[in-house]
């Protein structure tokens, strides 16, 4: 399965150490592409922990994570203006 | 054609402006789903022209803008942990 996973992470009171794993459990599964979104390939078992470990870790009443499931990488294209994810610049 | 599109803008120098452009943009042709993160039905011509407006309005060695395209939302599955798009806290 290709997902997309974009997140929003309240950075008060603890929000910063919330952020920093999240980014830890989305850069063991997936690629980093831009600040808070990650794409790529990863098994549905896979992205079930992955999905399990984040809910442990962000506080649902401030943070957001969407993933978008795509079965196929072929059904989705991309279309990249400006910076590119392998750019140094991009955190 | 369903789209998912995220962006991160530079905010030093004038980059406030060029985000607020780049949002207000996007809210005119798509959904706004999270911070930086918007979705949503567009025709190819839509899609055309928000592209150039969007390339006119960023600076391309700072800021990035990533726009997957899905032919169809049917290959697109979306799970949502945390707060929903449409939660008053939601900016």
Same mark, same amino acid.
């Given at each position: ?6 997140? *929003? ?13 999240? /980014? ?11 600040? @808070?979104? /990650? ?8 992205? /079930?922990?992955?999905?399990? @470990?984040?809910?442990?870790?962000? *506080?649902? @009443?401030? *943070? ?5 499931? @795509? ?15 392998? *750019?140094? /610049?991009?955190?």
């Amino acid at each position: 399965m290709y997902v997309i996973l974009v997140y *929003d992470i309240c950075k008060e009171g603890n929000g910063q150490k919330r952020w920093n794993r999240v /980014f830890k459990l989305c850069k063991q599964n997936l690629v980093h592409i831009q600040k @808070s979104v /990650f794409e790529g390939e990863i098994s549905d078992s896979d992205l /079930f922990k992955l999905e399990g @470990s984040i809910e442990k870790e962000i *506080d649902k @009443s401030t *943070d957001s994570v969407i993933i978008f499931k @795509s079965r196929n990488e072929r059904w989705l294209d991309k279309n990249v203006i400006g910076l590119q994810q392998d *750019d140094p /610049f991009m955190i």
